[in-house]
Structure formats: C-alpha cells, structure tokens
C-alpha cells in the first residue's frame, strides 16, 4: 500500500509540473511573447525551467492539442496562428484575458454572445424548469446585492448569464458558458474602465420577466437589448480611437 500510495504522489507531482508547464507556456503563447522569435527547443525549454524533456514534450503535445503548436518536419515546433487556436477551450479563454486589452476582441466577443445568448433567452423562456428560474432569480438577486456592495458584480453578472444557458434546457447552449464567461469578464473590464458602469438591472430585471413569463420573444428582444448596449460602447469606443 505505501509503495502505491508512493506512485500516485510522483505520478501527481509530474502532472502539477506538467500543468505548470502548459499554463506558463500557454500564456506566453497567446500574448505574443514568440511572435517576434522562434518556439525554444525541447532542450531549451527543459534546461530554462529546470523540468525534465518529459514533462516538456507532454505540456507541448497538450498545446498542440489546443491548437497554438504545429510540429514540422526539419523546421521544429511553431506557433500557430490565432485562426488555428481552440478558442473554445478553457485555458485559451483564461490566458486571452492575460493579452494586452484588445477593443477587436471585445467586440468579437459581443458578436458571438448576441448571436448565441438572445437565442438562448428564447429557448429558457419556453423550456425552463422551476429549478432553472430559481438559479436566474438567484443570480439576478445577487446583482442586486452587489449594487449595494454585497456580492461581487462581475460573479453576479455571469451567474445571471450562465443560469440562463443552462435553462434553455439545450445542453450545447449550454455548453457556450465558459466563452459567455470569459466574453464577460472583458466586457466588464471594459465597461468599467471606460464608462465606469456596472450591469444594468432594468436591463437584467426586463431578460428574467420575460424568461418568467414565458415569453420567448421579449426575452430574446431583452437580451438582444442589453449586449447591443455594450456593442454601441465598443463602436463608440473604436470611433474616438
């Protein structure tokens, strides 16, 4: 029992490392710290963060996976285009959110998350179940909170939002939460830093009634509504650039 006890700690050890690996990389990778110079060799990258060529070789094999590395015959280990990377992986998500603040990628964002959340809003409309309402008046609640300094905006807005993906009762709407997560975040970040603006209730409040009601048209003209209001930031934002 101890020698097996002993083999699952190395064995763990090796994949923290390894996760280490891929999260460090990972984020140099998507804030353009290769852009400008060749992806480091297996020797270079092992000798640099003083970890073993295995453990190297896997984190890399791993960003291939997502998409940021393509290995070549005589050229060696490059990095992909951003047409080429899984955008909706989670850990791509999670280092977009490290790239220097990007009003294209802003409004990217938007654009997919009214073609997907408004569609969403509909569907939560006519299919949710009580336990799915509950979790959108909760998240609504905790906006609520947060205006009065009680919860955390940013965590209010997205649970309001995701709430909302998971009662369409659709499990690939569903699946969009960690991209209306991450799309959040930034818009946000940029709400707050242009604007000085949080989430508007009434806005939020006219999504829940018309998802309560049973209304899928409102709710979709709803939420429709409320990301074209940070739509005409953007554009007002790129306009004075």
């Given at each position: 029992?101890?020698?097996?006890?002993?083999?699952?700690t190395?064995?763990?050890?090796?994949r923290?490392?390894?996760?280490?690996?891929?999260?460090?990389?990972?984020?140099?990778?998507?804030?353009?710290?290769?852009?400008?110079?060749?992806?480091?060799?297996?020797?270079?990258?092992?000798?640099q963060?003083?970890?073993?060529?295995?453990?190297?070789?896997e984190?890399?094999k791993?960003?291939?996976a997502?998409?940021?590395?393509?290995?070549?015959?005589?050229k060696?280990?490059?990095?992909?285009?951003?047409?080429?990377?899984n955008?909706?992986?989670?850990?791509?998500?999670r280092?977009?959110?490290?790239?220097?603040?990007?009003?294209?990628?802003?409004?990217?964002?938007?654009?997919?998350r009214?073609?997907?959340?408004?569609?969403?809003?509909?569907?939560?409309?006519?299919?949710?179940?009580?336990?799915?309402?509950?979790?959108?008046?909760?998240?609504?609640?905790r906006?609520?909170?947060?205006?009065?300094?009680?919860d955390?905006?940013?965590?209010?807005?997205?649970a309001?939002?995701?709430?909302?993906?998971?009662?369409?009762?659709n499990?690939?709407y569903?699946?969009?939460r960690d991209?209306?997560?991450?799309a959040?975040?930034?818009?946000?970040?940029?709400?707050n830093?242009?604007?000085?603006?949080?989430?508007?209730?009434?806005?939020?409040k006219?999504?829940l009634?018309?998802?309560?009601n049973?209304?899928?048209l409102?709710?979709?003209?709803?939420?429709t509504?409320?990301?074209?209001?940070?739509m005409?930031?953007?554009?007002?934002?790129?306009n004075a650039?």
């Amino acid at each position: 029992m101890a020698e097996f006890t002993e083999f699952n700690t190395s064995a763990a050890m090796g994949r923290n490392l390894t996760y280490g690996m891929l999260d460090m990389l990972g984020k140099a990778i998507v804030t353009g710290q290769f852009d400008n110079q060749g992806f480091p060799t297996e020797a270079e990258l092992a000798k640099q963060y003083e970890v073993s060529r295995s453990v190297v070789r896997e984190a890399v094999k791993m960003l291939g996976a997502k998409g940021l590395l393509t290995a070549r015959p005589r050229k060696g280990t490059m990095v992909q285009g951003t047409d080429r990377w899984n955008l909706f992986d989670i850990d791509v998500l999670r280092w977009l959110l490290d790239r220097k603040f990007s009003l294209d990628l802003l409004r990217q964002f938007s654009e997919l998350r009214v073609a997907i959340e408004p569609a969403a809003a509909a569907l939560a409309a006519k299919a949710h179940g009580a336990e799915g309402l509950a979790a959108i008046r909760a998240g609504f609640a905790r906006m609520e909170a947060a205006e009065q300094d009680e919860d955390d905006p940013l965590e209010a807005d997205i649970a309001f939002h995701v709430a909302i993906l998971q009662a369409s009762a659709n499990p690939f709407y569903a699946q969009f939460r960690d991209v209306v997560t991450t799309a959040l975040r930034s818009s946000i970040r940029f709400t707050n830093r242009f604007k000085g603006r949080t989430a508007s209730l009434p806005q939020h409040k006219a999504v829940l009634d018309a998802i309560a009601n049973r209304d899928p048209l409102a709710a979709q003209a709803a939420m429709t509504e409320l990301i074209a209001d940070v739509m005409h930031l953007i554009a007002d934002a790129e306009n004075a650039a």
